[in-house]
């Protein structure tokens, strides 16, 4: 399956219809818009692991952009 695999509440009643972005939270099945959605803090505990885990990957990838910035500048 190919796309952000997000639903969305409004939706409740088949057939469902995914947002189907094709650029998707690296090692994520959603899109950028819909990852902090899915992941929304204080929902539970599995919840919180995943949020803190997309939190450093995007302070990781923030890392790597400035690095990048200052070995072009």
Same mark, same amino acid.
């Given at each position: &399956?190919? %796309? @952000?695999?997000?639903?969305? !509440?409004?939706? +409740?009643?088949?057939?469902?219809? &995914?947002? %189907? @972005?094709?650029?998707?939270? !690296?090692?994520? +099945? ?8 899915v ?10 692991r ?24």
């Open positions: &399956m190919e %796309g @952000c695999q997000y639903i969305g !509440p409004e939706q +409740v009643s088949g057939p469902f219809t &995914m947002c %189907g @972005c094709k650029t998707l939270w !690296p090692g994520k +099945v959603y899109c950028e818009e819909h990852v902090w959605k992941y929304q803090k204080g929902t539970s505990k599995g919840n919180k995943k949020l803190k885990e997309i939190e450093n990957e995007l302070a990781e990838i923030k890392r790597l952009q400035e690095i990048a910035e200052i070995e072009d500048a």
